[in-house]
């Protein structure tokens, strides 16, 4: 009898000590008691929601003038090539194929006092530049290197590849295609001074190499490299012509 007394206050003790126990940690951590008691609603841990990596991205503006993807191309196209203001030829001693050049005859926020943007309004054709065989700028040309000039002349440039910022769907001859073509290939490739007998500043001229552009473009092996005096055009600008030629080259 005894024996079995303490058996049972050695169990009673063992359970006190268990339940001292848990209600220790309990003290410590509500959420063991939580768990172990099964007579309360589990606490409900709220679902962590992912969160997707920020993407920044260098959107270009409306109205700001880009030296990097305009003014660049379009003095290289018109200004800077073989037999005048290159590297090597170095016409009157002027050379045009970078911006600390360019720079040189540019005063910045005063296309009045800049040398460069003086050349392009000269009522002179002798004075004038680009000069003859290879066509003056346009008034949109023109417009567009003295705004560039009034915004500070900077050496700025911006992200034109980001899908966000390139559409090419229904792409237009006279939106889209003709500006970047004005840019960058009509120095060389105009009605006057056509080089290899292109003329982009028409829709006839430009449906005819329309099949050649993209490889020409992206610099493709089996094609001539186009724009050959400079680097490729922005991605954005490949994909909106390839995007034309591909929607069937219309004269949209």
């Given at each position: 009898?005894k024996t079995?007394?303490?058996g049972?206050?050695?169990?009673?003790?063992?359970?006190?000590?268990?339940?001292?126990?848990?209600?220790?940690?309990?003290?410590?951590?509500?959420?063991?008691?939580?768990?172990?008691d099964?007579t309360?609603t589990?606490?409900?841990?709220?679902?962590?929601?992912?969160?997707d990596?920020?993407?920044?991205v260098?959107?270009?503006?409306?109205?700001?003038?880009?030296?990097?993807?305009?003014?660049?191309p379009?003095?290289?196209?018109?200004?800077?090539?073989?037999?005048?203001h290159d590297?090597?030829?170095?016409a009157?001693?002027?050379?045009?194929?970078?911006?600390?050049?360019i720079?040189?005859?540019?005063?910045?926020g005063?296309?009045?006092?800049?040398k460069?943007?003086?050349?392009?309004?000269?009522?002179?054709?002798?004075?004038?530049?680009?000069?003859?065989?290879?066509?003056p700028f346009?008034?949109?040309?023109i417009d567009?290197?003295?705004?560039?000039?009034?915004q500070?002349?900077k050496?700025?440039?911006?992200?034109?590849?980001?899908?966000?910022?390139?559409?090419?769907l229904?792409m237009?001859?006279?939106?889209?295609?003709?500006p970047?073509?004005?840019?960058?290939?009509?120095?060389?490739?105009?009605?006057?001074?056509?080089?290899g007998?292109?003329?982009?500043?028409t829709y006839?001229g430009?449906k005819?190499?329309?099949?050649?552009?993209?490889?020409?473009?992206?610099?493709?092996?089996?094609y001539i490299?186009?724009p050959?005096?400079?680097?490729?055009?922005?991605?954005?600008?490949?994909?909106k012509i390839?995007?034309?030629?591909?929607?069937?080259?219309?004269?949209?």
């Open positions: 009898m079995t007394l303490k049972l206050s050695f169990l009673m003790l063992v359970l006190v000590s268990i339940w001292s126990c848990e209600h220790e940690v309990a003290k410590v951590n509500p959420m063991y008691a939580a768990i172990r099964t309360t589990p606490p409900v841990v709220p679902p962590v929601t992912p969160v990596p920020v993407t920044v260098n959107a270009c503006s409306v109205d700001t003038v880009y030296f990097a993807s305009q003014l660049y379009l003095i290289l196209s018109s200004c800077a090539m073989a037999k005048c590297n090597i030829t170095k009157e001693g002027v050379v045009l194929t970078d911006y600390a050049n720079m040189r005859y540019v005063s910045a005063s296309p009045t006092n800049s460069l943007y003086k050349s392009l309004i000269d009522s002179d054709p002798g004075n004038r530049m680009p000069r003859l065989p290879v066509a346009s008034q949109t040309q567009l290197v003295a705004k560039w000039i009034r500070g002349a050496n700025n440039s911006c992200n034109t590849s980001s899908v966000t910022n390139c559409d090419t229904k237009s001859f006279v939106t889209n295609v003709s970047i073509l004005q840019i960058s290939c009509t120095g060389c490739h105009n009605a006057t001074s056509p080089s007998n292109i003329n982009l500043t006839a430009t005819v190499i329309a099949s050649r552009l993209s490889g020409s473009l992206n610099h493709l092996a089996g490299a186009m050959s005096s400079t680097v490729k055009l922005s991605a954005c600008d490949i994909n390839s995007a034309w030629v591909n929607q069937g080259a219309l004269n949209n």
